[in-house]
């Protein structure tokens, strides 16, 4: 029985490339969830780059209609109409410029946590494969995430109840982990921390935490894990390169 991976997967290309105008549902809803008001489609659409003359006709046509309006709106610029490349083209950085520039910060804060919690779901994802394959002590590690607030009392117990089937634990756990990354996306550091707290799991913790650091951490001290036997640190995966050890001075004979 395979677990269930979330659709933050698939979204995050939302968020790492020119969007286009099969994706415009995909925006129209990513605004409705970061609250943006429908009655300031005019505004937004003269921040992303399209003619006033553009925005007046449509709304002629409209008759006002602000919710036709707002979809017509994103759709021109989905579409690359007027100005709307000198603004940095149809991509979701510019969307939160636009929001930002119309002082509508809580919706372009909100649309940054969605960008977050996009790039958190698909490193989980990248490494699903492996940490169902080799993840140990699945047990004592949601005894640690369920102190740690990451998973319920609930998810502890169908995990212990899941054995003596390793893999199975393993599934519930890795379920429940998804879940708990999309309501808040820097759980994807704590299980990392987690599992470096086990010996059997150090190297998918350490991994885990490197591509999060790349992600998210780049001006923030890193979390310092050794691996046993590996001359890398994650201050040195972080980066992809490692710091050869400094060869002792030559003492004269």
Request: glycine share 6%; proline share 5%; net charge negative.
């Amino acid at each position: 029985m395979a677990t269930k991976t979330s659709s933050c997967s698939s979204s995050l290309s939302l968020f790492s490339s020119p969007l286009t105008i099969d994706q415009l549902i995909d925006v129209l809803d990513i605004l409705e969830r970061c609250g943006f008001p429908q009655t300031k489609w005019y505004g937004l659409g003269l921040k992303l780059g399209l003619h006033k003359n553009t925005l007046d006709a449509m709304e002629v046509i409209l008759r006002g209609d602000v919710s036709r309006c707002l979809l017509e709106c994103l759709s021109k610029w989905l579409s690359r109409a007027d100005n709307v490349d000198s603004k940095g083209g149809a991509t979701f950085d510019s969307l939160s410029d636009a929001l930002k520039s119309m002082n509508e910060n809580a919706a372009a804060d909100k649309l940054d946590q969605e960008k977050r919690k996009a790039k958190a779901i698909d490193i989980f994802n990248t490494h699903h494969p492996l940490l169902s394959q080799s993840l140990s002590d699945p047990v004592s590690i949601a005894i640690m995430l369920q102190r740690e607030g990451v998973i319920t009392e609930q998810v502890l117990a169908g995990v212990a109840s899941a054995s003596p089937s390793v893999p199975n634990q393993r599934e519930v756990l890795l379920a429940a982990i998804i879940v708990a990354i999309e309501s808040k996306y820097s759980l994807l550091q704590t299980f990392a921390s987690v599992l470096c707290k086990f010996t059997g799991n150090v190297k998918l913790g350490t991994v885990i935490q490197r591509d999060y650091d790349q992600s998210f951490n780049d001006d923030k001290k890193l979390i310092k894990v050794v691996i046993p036997g590996d001359d890398m640190s994650t201050d040195a995966l972080s980066t992809g390169t490692t710091t050869p050890s400094p060869t002792p001075p030559n003492t004269p004979t």
